[in-house]
């Protein structure tokens, strides 16, 4: 129920902005400027829905193959570089967006994944996910800008992870909830 | 149909046939409802996001971007980007539209890179609605310090990276 009302409101939210930009454009620049933006939106669209399913499809059917399980135990506390390389590989390829990736560092931390593991896999997703690369910024800005941003991105995720190896801050997951938001990739 | 995009449909297939072949029948009914639940739930928000993005562009003074993000900006660029980034909310389908705007308006590489990175990982928006109901606050703030320089420090390695990719602006579509 509480990811139900969470999806609604991003997307009553980016109605709520779409309007009003759209308002500030009508006000400042006329109606022309509005059909003018409307117009540049299409071509972005048509770019990016084919992507867009068959990365959808990627998402679906990589949840029905990769059990988190055999994730966390490569991820372990004493998992060192490895478990490193493979949190970084991990956040590579989870496709989806954070109402994915977030509830599995749950699942993955209670699994027994350690700390630094966990922030390289968040950190790597965020920044290398393949498929956010695939479908939007290969299209959108180009092969030699993707490739150069990717290149600057895949260290950064191991050294975040070595960071917050270090850090002093005790975290312990939270437990689990019935009610919660985490809706786990089937294993 | 361009070769990134045909890449992602071959291993998407790929990995469906995989799926089917390793869980049988139901596997490929789960993959198949997850997908469909998937773009039920993306299909509305990028019919929103992306105009969205495109009216925001409008408002943006193109002689802003390039004065404070442009190639000559050098780090203060990086720093602004950074800044920038941090606060753009909701998905990519928000973001790499506004960067496309910021390029054509004159941004630079390297300080577009700082406000992917910062976007990716500093995000308000997602640390706020994903990351402390699920994970807590604690965590929260392990990652934010672990990945705090992140932004500047991609903006200085593509700064440095940038004589190897002479093509990496402008985008021209």
């Known amino acids: ?187 | 149909m361009t070769g990134g995009q045909l890449l992602l449909l071959v291993l998407a297939l790929g990995t469906f046939g995989v799926a089917l072949w390793r869980g049988g029948e139901p596997a490929g009914k789960r993959a198949l409802r997850d997908t469909g639940d998937s773009i039920a739930r993306v299909l509305p928000i990028m019919l929103v996001a992306i105009p969205m993005a495109s009216f925001l562009s409008q408002l943006i003074p193109p002689q802003l971007a390039a004065d404070w993000l442009g190639p000559e900006s050098g780090m203060t660029g990086v720093l602004v980007a950074t800044a920038v980034g941090g606060f753009i909310p909701g998905g990519p389908f928000v973001s790499f539209p506004l960067v496309l705007t910021f390029i054509k308006a004159g941004a630079g590489a390297p300080q577009m890179v700082a406000l992917i990175t910062a976007w990716a990982v500093l995000g308000v928006h997602r640390v706020l609605t994903w990351e402390l109901p699920i994970l807590g606050a604690r965590f929260a703030v392990i990652r934010l310090i672990s990945g705090g320089a992140m932004p500047i420090l991609a903006g200085a390695m593509a700064q440095a990276l940038m004589p190897f990719f002479p093509h990496a602006l402008p985008v021209m579509r």
């Open chain 1, 1 to 187: 129920m509480a990811s139900f009302a969470r999806r609604h409101a991003t997307l009553l939210v980016l109605s709520a902005v779409a309007l009003a930009a759209a308002l500030a454009v009508r006000i400042t620049q006329g109606p022309a400027a509005v059909d003018d933006a409307l117009g540049k939106a299409w071509p972005l669209l048509v770019a990016v829905l084919p992507a867009m399913l068959a990365g959808l499809l990627l998402a679906g059917s990589l949840k029905q193959i990769i059990p988190p399980g055999a994730l966390a135990q490569w991820m372990g506390a004493e998992s060192g570089w490895r478990g490193l390389f493979v949190a970084c590989g991990a956040g590579l390829l989870t496709p989806g967006g954070p109402m994915a990736a977030f509830p599995l560092v749950l699942v993955l931390a209670r699994a027994g994944a350690d700390r630094g593991a966990l922030i390289c896999y968040i950190v790597s997703w965020g920044l290398n996910g393949l498929q956010r690369i695939l479908v939007w910024e290969v299209p959108l800005l180009g092969a030699d800008f993707a490739i150069l941003r990717l290149l600057c991105g895949l260290p950064l995720g191991i050294l975040a992870g070595l960071i917050a190896r270090r850090l002093p801050i005790d975290w312990t997951p939270p437990p689990g909830t019935t009610d919660g938001p985490a809706r786990a990739p089937k294993p």
